[in-house]
Structures are given as C-alpha cells and as structure tokens.
C-alpha cells in the first residue's frame, strides 16, 4: 500500500475507525503518514469537540412565506416596496396641505387687490363713459364686402 | 397523507441510488409536500453545517431559511448527473463563504486590526487541546483566523463526516486536489493554533 491510497482510504473512513493490519503496518513504517495521521486525528478531534449545537431551523411555513415573496414578480416587489418607503411620506404630506387649508384665509381681501376701478376714479357723475363708442367700428357692410375674396 | 408519503419516501430509495431523486422530481414538478419532505430531510444537517462553518447562531436560521429558498429556486437547474445531497451542501456552503467575505469586510472596516481582538481570552497553554477552554470557544476563535474555503472543508470533513467523492462533487476539485487543500486546512489550523499558544505564553511571561 502506498502513501496515496493508504491517505485515500484513511479519509474515507468515518470518525474513530481503527486501523486495518495492512493499513497499521504501512503507518508503523511511513513517518510521513504517521505525521498525516497526528494531524488529521487532532483536527477531527477539536472540531467535533467545538462543534455547536445548530439553533432550531424556521419552521416550513416561515420558509414557504419567504419563497413566496422572493418569487414574487420583481416590478411587484418593488413596487410595495417603494410604496411602504413612501407611504409615511405622502402621510406627512397630506398632514401638511390639510394643515396648509385650515390656516388659509375663507374669503378673498378686496383691500389688498391693486386694480382700481374707473368708475371709482371718475365718480358718481360719469356714467356715460360706459357707453360703448360705435363710431369707431365704422360701417359693418364695408367690412363685408372688403374681406370678401 | 402520511401513508402517501411514506410510500414514495420508501419508493424513491429503490428506484434510484439517490434517495431524494423523486422527491426532487415532485417539487419540480411543483409539489409543496415534496419539497416539505426534502426540508424535514435536510433542514438539521444544513443548520448543523451552517452554524459550524460560519459560528454566529443568531444568523444560522436566516441562513438557513435563505439556503432552501435559494434551492428550491434552482431546482428547475439541479444538474442530471449530481446527486441532491452534494448538490444542497454545495448551495449551503457557496451562501455560507458569501456570508463570511461579507462579514469579513464589515469587520475590517470596523476595526482594522481584527486579529489583536481575537487574543484577548487566555488560554492554558499547559493542557491538551481537548481539555482546553471550551472548545466552541477555541474553534471560534481559530476558525477567525482561517479562509472561508478552509472552513467549509474542515467542517465538511471532519464534523459532517463526508467522504472525499462527496466533497469533490460539493466543490468541483479534483480527489487528489481536494486531498492537498485538507491537509493545508489542517496544517493553517495547528499553525494558528500554535500561534495563539505562544501568544499567550508570552502574555503570561
């Protein structure tokens, strides 16, 4: 048996196994496996004293959920998540344009319009310069007969 | 229900030399009990391996969780002539070294010296290393030291227990290859652990 094989086989079996004849001669002859052997023994030996105990896994309905959701269209995904992202936004937002339209004024303030009105500038006496001034349309049939082709 | 699955549980170790190959072929076929059956299966062997190799428990169900999740997306992929076992170690162990490089980062941004931190619990230098500290406690702390790749193949070996033709499916190395990158493992470990003997005797001193 050589180094190769006897190392083959000695990994291939299971933890605590003992040695076959052939296999202890070659290891009593070899110092180089004798070394593999050390190393290989102490190693397997510190990690199954320091393996941990593994947490209970999720239950399969918890897994199930979240293969639903990974599944899950990505356009969708996004979107309820944007949506969630956004929602305490447009909450605070509608807050403020409601906050906005309570403190606005009901009624317009006529004092504060700049338009001043001629009939408050001419007075109470003027109301002929209300009278349309038709002189100045001209002849409505000269009209016609001018844009006709 | 439970004769059901009984039957095909017990079928599918006949028919075929993998015993989860009609199971997986249900749950491709989109069956939710199939694929319960496969997790009921594998769901300790996959905590187990996946709170070893990355030593945190409040991260292991997460893990977990998205390990499966992973696998039951890619079942329409599993490979025809890959057996499922080797196929889920080999999903659960490439999310578990993601998990590690990412951590990995994080800690070094956090602290750019992480090594010096690791050295701060004694250890007695004069016992052997089983009856040292607690041993959870030692293997994390030289598990820190090692590459993610390293890890997954200690613990693939020596606490999963699987034999080299099963690691060599998991990570595509060859037999003779894989047989190089154990013993390289194992002799980072002795190193590291070596490393931390002497620290601490001179912290001693």
């Known amino acids: 048996m050589n180094c190769r094989e006897w190392r083959r086989r000695r990994e291939n079996q299971p933890a605590g196994a003992g040695l076959a004849p052939a296999a202890a001669e070659h290891l009593r002859d070899c110092a180089a496996c004798a070394e593999y052997e050390r190393l290989r023994g102490w190693s397997g030996e510190l990690l199954r004293r320091g393996a941990l105990e593994a947490p209970p896994a999720p239950s399969f309905a918890a897994l199930w959920a979240a293969i639903q959701r990974a599944t899950q269209p990505r356009w969708e995904l996004a979107l309820s998540l944007s949506f969630r992202r956004l929602a305490p936004f447009l909450v605070a937002l509608s807050l403020l344009l409601l906050l906005v339209g309570a403190m606005a004024p009901r009624q317009p303030n006529i004092a504060a319009s700049s338009y001043t009105s001629p009939l408050l500038v001419a007075g109470p006496g003027h109301s002929a310069n209300l009278a349309p001034d038709l002189s100045r349309q001209g002849d409505p049939e000269a009209v016609l007969v001018a844009t006709q082709p | 229900m439970q004769t059901e699955s009984a039957i095909w549980t017990v079928l599918s170790t006949f028919v075929s030399d993998d015993p989860d190959q009609l199971l997986v072929e249900r749950a491709q076929a989109g069956e939710v009990a199939a694929f319960e059956q496969l997790y009921a299966r594998y769901q300790a062997p996959i905590s187990r391996m996946v709170a070893n190799l990355v030593r945190n428990p409040a991260d292991t169900p997460d893990l977990v969780q998205e390990v499966f999740t992973?696998?039951?997306?890619?079942?329409?992929?599993?490979?025809?002539?890959?057996?499922?076992?080797?196929?889920?170690?080999?999903?659960?162990?490439?999310?578990?070294?993601?998990?590690?490089?990412?951590?990995?980062?994080?800690?070094?941004?956090?602290?750019?010296?992480?090594?010096?931190?690791?050295?701060?619990?004694?250890?007695?230098?004069?016992?052997?290393?089983?009856?040292?500290?607690?041993?959870?406690?030692?293997?994390?702390k030289l598990f820190a030291g090692l590459k993610p790749r390293d890890r997954w193949l200690l613990i693939m070996k020596e606490v999963e227990g699987l034999t080299l033709e099963e690691i060599s499916a998991m990570t595509g190395m060859g037999i003779s290859a894989l047989k190089v990158a154990l013993f390289r493992a194992r002799r980072r470990l002795q190193r590291r652990y070596g490393d931390m003997r002497s620290h601490q005797s001179e912290a001693s001193v």
């Open chain 2, 70 to 140: 992973k696998v039951y997306m890619a079942l329409d992929r599993i490979q025809p002539n890959l057996p499922f076992r080797p196929w889920l170690y080999r999903i659960a162990g490439n999310h578990c070294l993601d998990y590690l490089r990412k951590r990995k980062r994080q800690l070094v941004r956090l602290d750019p010296n992480p090594e010096a931190a690791e050295h701060t619990q004694p250890v007695d230098p004069s016992a052997t290393p089983a009856e040292q500290v607690v041993a959870q406690d030692l293997v994390n």
